[in-house]
């Protein structure tokens, strides 16, 4: 297994001018939206070769292994790109909650606008 | 109705340094990641305003409301913000495909890594 990105990967990614793609992690089955965040060359090879979900913390500036610390890992089932290259979609089991407030996505919290009257 | 974002929304928002907040467009009921785009805060208005998906086109540089030309809209059900206020959501009923190509989601054409054998 080589310890960088296939280049015919690495060649489809538009990068931002950080050098990092946009994740969306989404729970198998349910569909639901866990969470987003960033991900460099080395989290997307790490992500596909382990199956285990890494990206690129760009508040620590480095690697974060989701989970890693909290327990709360994404089993990778299946990852996508988008359509213009700068959108990666995980497909992922996700143990415990995914977001570090602890519920279970990052969009749990704040509705900006409620579903309309029936 | 106001013509700007509401002030205890746009206080909530952590903007990139372009001014944008980056948006999750996801299909009601089935769940469905659509496409991934970014919203500056008159978009972010006159989503929540009128229920119309608006973006902002970093290419073009200017607001962009989904499906104008196209016909292939999305109605806006529910908005929910992230946890550290980077990262819309937006349940809507898309009409027709939502990426350019047309498809029916951004992540149709390319598969990175595929689910693992049974």
Redesign the interface.
């Known amino acids: 297994m080589s310890d960088t990105l296939d280049p015919k990967?690495a060649g489809?990614l538009k990068r931002n001018a950080e050098g990092l793609v946009?994740a969306?992690a989404?729970q198998r089955g349910?569909?639901?939206?866990l969470?987003?965040a960033w991900m460099d060359d080395a989290a997307?090879h790490r992500?596909?070769t382990t199956?285990e979900a890494t990206y690129f913390s760009r508040s620590r500036g480095k690697q974060w292994i989701k989970g890693e610390t909290s327990g709360h890992t994404q089993r990778?089932?299946?990852?996508?790109?988008?359509?213009?290259g700068d959108?990666?979609?995980l497909?992922v089991d996700q143990e415990g909650g995914a977001?570090?407030?602890g519920?279970r996505t990052?969009?749990?919290?704040?509705?900006?606008?409620?579903?309309?009257p029936a």
Chains 1, 2 share one sequence.
Do not use: K, N
């Not at 349910?30 to 939206?33: I, L, P």
């Not at 990052?106 to 309309?116: K, T």
């Open positions: 990967i489809r946009c969306v989404q349910t569909g639901e939206v969470m987003v997307l992500t596909l199956r990778v089932h299946e990852v996508r790109l988008d359509c213009d959108t990666i979609l497909v977001c570090h407030t519920d990052c969009f749990d919290a704040d509705e900006l606008l409620a579903p309309p």
